[in-house]
């Protein structure tokens, strides 16, 4: 996999994470409303990134390796 993909997927990984973890922070420790479907879809996206970041890196590995 191209290397620019690559960058690409890391970056959405750790974008998605971040998300998450201030919308998990701002639920357990904000006096301000917010949703629990919320934090949910943001869990929901996070994982959907790690594992599509993982079969890349999976794939990558199986490429580099000699037949």
Do not use: F, I, N, W
């Amino acid at each position: 996999m191209p290397t620019d993909a690559m960058e690409q997927l890391v970056a959405e990984a750790r974008y998605a994470r971040e998300r998450y973890d201030l919308y998990k922070a701002r639920v357990y420790g904000s006096t301000r409303p917010t949703s629990l479907a919320r934090l949910r879809e943001l869990e929901r996206a996070c994982e959907h990134a790690e594992s599509r970041l993982r079969h890349a890196q999976t794939r990558a590995q199986a490429e580099e390796l000699p037949a």
